[in-house]
């Protein structure tokens, strides 16, 4: 194996990680805006329901974005 497959495959290997870490944050990050909006709408259902949706469910969803194949 070349050093070149070996640096592309870590280059791949970096943003297949960044962009990992990227869709939770911004999952996470709306699973919270979603819980205090609810909170304060009083639809406390909604606000239990939100972190399962968006941190269980949405990655789920999003698995091939994430771990595309090769």
């Known amino acids: 194996m070349s050093s070149f497959d070996k640096a592309f ?6 943003v297949r990680n960044r962009r990992t870490a990227l ?8 699973a919270g805006l979603t819980i205090i909006q ?3 709408e009083r639809h406390y259902i909604l ?10 469910v ?8 994430i771990k595309p194949r090769d």
């Open 9 to 14: 495959d870590a280059g791949r290997n970096a």
């Open 38 to 40: 609810e909170y304060s």
């Open 58 to 65: 949405m990655p789920w969803l999003g698995w091939r974005w």
């Open 23 to 30: 869709l939770l944050c911004v999952l996470a990050f709306m």
């Open 47 to 56: 606000a239990v329901l939100a972190p399962v949706f968006f941190l269980l």
